[in-house]
């Protein structure tokens, strides 16, 4: 079975930092672009990172550019999601997604459970 396991998640103050991390199991972690997509209430999904398997290349919403970074570790099969500068906007529910396209178009083929992220002002 798939399983995409989200964690690191919390409530932290505006200006604060978390770091989030996914355990991807169920799948060949290599053939899949790896990324985080989140969820407000009331708000559309929005993709929020991805990073590429076959050249770990990178791509950032322009909401989270220059704040936030991803990375994985392959060996591990996890991916990570390191969130600074961390404004109330940024308040949602992030998942971790296996992406079956190139990352701008972020086409999800496998996600899991969320975490939740809440940023106080």
């Known amino acids: 079975d798939v399983q995409l396991q989200a964690s690191g998640g919390g409530l932290v103050q505006t200006g604060g930092s978390l770091r989030l991390s996914c355990a991807a199991s169920?799948?060949?972690?290599?053939?899949?672009?790896m990324g985080w997509f989140r969820q407000a209430p009331g708000k559309e999904r929005e993709g929020v990172s991805c990073i590429s398997s076959s050249d770990g290349s990178t791509y950032y919403a322009d909401s989270v550019k220059g704040r936030f970074t991803i990375s994985s570790d392959n060996a591990k099969n996890t991916v990570y999601l390191q969130m600074n500068s961390l404004k109330p906007e940024d308040t949602a529910v992030y998942y971790c997604?296996?992406?079956?396209?190139?990352?701008?178009?972020?086409?999800?083929?496998?996600w899991g459970e969320g975490t939740q992220v809440t940023v106080s002002s």
């Open positions: 169920g799948f060949t972690f290599d053939d899949y672009a």
């Open positions: 997604a296996a992406v079956g396209s190139s990352c701008p178009d972020f086409v999800m083929d496998y």
